[in-house]
Every structure is written in C-alpha cells, then in structure tokens.
C-alpha cells in the first residue's frame, strides 16, 4: 500500500501535466488510417514505399536505414499539399526489446527534457539525415510503430524545436518516451497515440503504484486512443492512461500481447472504423484509493 503523502505526489504530478492543447479536437480515423498506411510502409521494401507514397499524391524523398542501430525511416514530400510526412520503422524483435529496455531517464541537453536514451539517440541520427531535406514552409507529419513510434515523438520535439510546422504526430503501439514534465513541455504538439487493449508495449517502461515515491517515472504524452470492441474507441489522458497501465504491472509479455501489437492488427482495427465509430467511456475495474494507504 501506498502513503497518503504518496498519493498526494500523485495528484500534484498528474495536475501539473495539463491536458494537451488539442484536447477537444475529434478523432479523425480517415487521417489515422492515412498515417497508419505510412507507418505499416516503413516495414516495406523501398519499391512498396515507393508504390504506396505516389499512389497518395507524395514523392519518396529519402528512404534510408542508419547502419548500426538498424533504424529505417523515409520521407514522402507533398508540393501540392506543401505537408512532409516522416514515418520511422519499429523493431522485428519486439520480445528482445522488452527485455533489454533502459529504464533509465537522462535530461537531454539540446530538448532540456528528461528522455529514454534509445529512443532519443536514435532520433538524433535520424533528424541529421532528414533535416538537409526538410521545407521549413510545409507542414510535416511525423508516424511510426511500436519503437518507430517513440523515435518519431522524439524527433517531433527536435522539428518543433527548431520551428518546422509539426502538423501532427501520429503513433501506434508506442512505449513512453519521457517524464511528467517532459510530457508537460510538449503539450502543445499535437500527438495521438492509438493503441489496442491488450497490446503490452505501450505499457513499456510498465508503470508500478510504488514507482510514485519516485518523481522521475516514466509517463506518457498527448492523447490515447484506444481501439475497443467492434468500432468503439475510448480517448484517455495523463493520469487515466498512467491508471490504465497499472492493472498491467505484474504480467508478462506473452503470445497474445505480440499479437494485439501487430501493425496489420492496428490496420484492421481502424478500417473498420474509418466509415463509422462511436466513441465510448473507458470502463476499468481498478479503484484508485485502494492503491493507497491510510498514512
């Protein structure tokens, strides 16, 4: 059980982590399914991206993989539209991913934010690659699955940052990527995460009760969609996410995580609502005060 004064902290994080800017704007699935379609591409060979980006009125820019960390990315520009969109490949092996996440958050010294290592080490090539190639005028959508989707938040933070027009940042089956006051310091970026119920990697770094003693744990940004029965869709934020993931705190990756975390399973979920969805409150059956103790 936890104390009342570590209650207390809880509270005082989640208010401090204000709802994002873009809190009331509707969930457009036609606009998701677009981006998912980029972000599924990235898994693609260079031929199929290609294929996929003219067939969307784009041209392929660049697709490239950074050696080493094995990062594949590629940038689709739009003159018509003036809109750039970046969409950044997850992992093939998300089970050794699990495993060998760094739970560790450092401040990083260009963004001045507390961020997973990884995630913003990767981002950082990235960005060097693209930004040569980037129109400061056109607006720029920033996509990716599973990893891909934390490295492109984390880029999103380097273009805004540095004033590109970040229209939006669409992600599917994203691990957190900072803290409370990192999330604080970008809500004004449009970020939607989509996730499906049971996929654990959202999850990732897995939040515990206890970890609230602990000022710099791991919270997600922006707003969580997540994709329910049929063509239901709940929205969360802040600490309704954080309390969602508790209930996940003492499983274990396992056949049926995987699964529900594939991209082709976030594809089919949100064509099914692209013509028609209802959105729905999140029921869950956890009580926040029983978390806490009496002192």
Request: hydrophobic fraction near 45%; include cysteine.
């Amino acid at each position: 059980m936890i104390t009342k004064r570590a209650f207390l902290t809880i509270i005082f994080l989640c208010l401090s982590a204000t709802l994002p800017a873009h809190g009331q704007d509707v969930i457009d699935f036609g606009n998701i399914r677009e981006q998912a379609m980029f972000a599924n591409a990235a898994y693609q060979p260079e031929s199929d991206i290609r294929a996929l980006v003219e067939s969307s009125d784009y041209e392929l820019t660049l697709y490239h993989t950074i050696p080493g960390i094995q990062v594949a990315f590629f940038l689709a520009t739009s003159v018509a539209t003036q809109t750039q969109v970046i969409s950044i490949r997850g992992t093939s092996n998300i089970e050794n991913t699990m495993v060998n996440v760094s739970l560790k958050l450092n401040v990083d010294a260009d963004l001045g934010v507390s961020l997973h290592q990884g995630f913003a080490g990767s981002a950082k090539q990235v960005y060097a690659e693209l930004k040569p190639l980037l129109e400061p005028k056109y607006n720029i959508n920033v996509t990716g699955h599973s990893l891909g989707g934390a490295i492109a938040l984390v880029l999103a933070m380097s273009l805004d940052k540095d004033q590109f027009n970040v229209e939006q940042v669409v992600t599917f089956g994203q691990p957190k990527v900072t803290n409370v006051p990192g999330a604080n310091a970008i809500q004004h970026i449009k970020l939607i995460r989509i996730v499906t119920p049971h996929d654990l990697v959202p999850m990732v770094p897995l939040f515990d009760p206890l970890d609230i003693n602990n000022l710099d744990i791991f919270w997600h940004a922006g707003r969580e969609v997540i994709l329910l029965e049929d063509t239901q869709f709940a929205v969360l934020d802040g600490m309704d996410s954080m309390l969602r993931a508790t209930k996940f705190t003492q499983r274990l990756l396992n056949e049926e995580n995987l699964e529900h975390h594939r991209m082709s399973v976030y594809l089919k979920l949100i064509d099914a609502r692209v013509a028609s969805s209802e959105q729905v409150p999140y029921k869950t059956d956890l009580n926040l005060f029983n978390l806490f103790g009496s002192e």
